[in-house]
């Protein structure tokens, strides 16, 4: 078995050199990638059908990044390297022949109780345009963003990021078909660096999921959003208003890309809840 010392993505390929020159957010997202494809995606289906012999170089793509990582300096006990760590540890069990128990237990179904609660967040969640004068602590906002973090990403490469614009002047700066005065924007962009170190920006790759992952994180947001007693409102991103407010908040960093924003705060009035068509409407049958 010929020893392992590229890594590659299947669109970018990369020696143990070329990961010394990449930047930190770089390489964490190909930390990320390479732990996700490398590992985790291969390791369950392995252990199902566990055979109990060696699978030599399994993981050690993730593990020559991870290495990089280490010799750089670069923070180890931050709970993304933390859980790369814990998926390394695994590998390094199958490259020996142990089984690693690794795998979490199995979902139970919601109680009743806990249902009605999903209904209440899903069914009950709607767009608020109007705000009163009333301050969102820092800590909802927290909270909506740290809900917006755990939606799902696209080969867990952990690219979206927020801005939270709470003056009128940094609103202002950010264009928006309705008023958003007494409310918090919250701008969610994406930095361009850990989808090109992976090649994933790509046009035959999967360019879109980083405005994907933005919306994911947007309606995540509104969810929390609503479970904490404020109204949002998912705002439209017109051509070329990315590029305004990049200029006029003055976020001169090409790594970054605006998607979207939504804003939230405490609502003044509550339009009625919107309806959807029947079921069968939405379904494409053969
Ligand atoms: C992609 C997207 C863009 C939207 N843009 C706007 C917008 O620019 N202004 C606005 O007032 N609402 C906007 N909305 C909110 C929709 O109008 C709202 O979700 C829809 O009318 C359904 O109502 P509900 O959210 O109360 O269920 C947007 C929603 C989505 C998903």
């Known amino acids: 078995m010929r020893e392992i010392t590229q890594v590659s ?26 732990t996700h494809h490398n590992i985790e995606v291969p390791l369950y289906p392995t252990l199902l059908k566990w055979k109990g012999r060696e699978i030599a170089g399994f993981g050690m793509q993730a593990q020559i990044v991870f290495d990089v990582w280490r010799e ?17 540890d695994a590998a390094a069990k199958v490259r020996a022949g142990e089984k690693p128990d690794i795998a979490d237990l199995l979902p139970e179904p919601f109680t009743e109780d806990e249902i009605k609660v999903v209904h209440k967040l899903i069914w009950g969640r ?31 490469l952990d690219e979206v990021r927020f801005i939270v614009l709470k003056t009128e002047e940094e609103k202002r700066c950010c264009w928006s078909d309705i008023s958003t005065e007494n409310a918090v924007i919250i701008v969610i962009a994406y930095d361009n660096r850990p989808t090109a170190v992976v090649g994933q920006d790509l046009p035959e790759a999967v360019p879109q999921n980083r405005g994907y992952d933005c919306a994911a994180a947007g309606d995540h947001m ?12 998912w705002l439209s991103k017109r051509g070329g208003t990315d590029v305004k407010f990049k200029e006029q908040w003055g976020l001169h960093d090409d790594n970054i890309e605006i998607a979207m924003h939504i804003a939230i705060g405490w609502p003044a009035i509550v339009p009625a809840k919107s309806a959807r068509a029947p079921f069968d409407y939405y379904m494409i049958r053969k």
Request: glycine content about 10%; charged content about 30%.
């Open 126 to 156: 709607h767009s608020v345009r109007d705000w009163v004068k009333k301050e969102v602590p820092d800590w909802m906002i927290d909270k909506v963003i740290e809900a917006g973090i755990m939606a799902p990403i696209g080969c867990n």
């Open 222 to 233: 509104l969810l929390m959003a609503h479970a904490l007693g404020l109204g949002g409102c």
């Open 72 to 88: 750089r300096g670069y923070p180890e006990d931050e709970p993304d390297i933390k859980w790369c760590q814990m998926y390394l």
């Open 9 to 34: 993505t299947g669109f970018k390929h990369y020696t143990k050199e070329d990961l010394r020159e990449l930047d930190e957010v770089s390489l964490r997202g190909l930390l990320h990638e390479r």
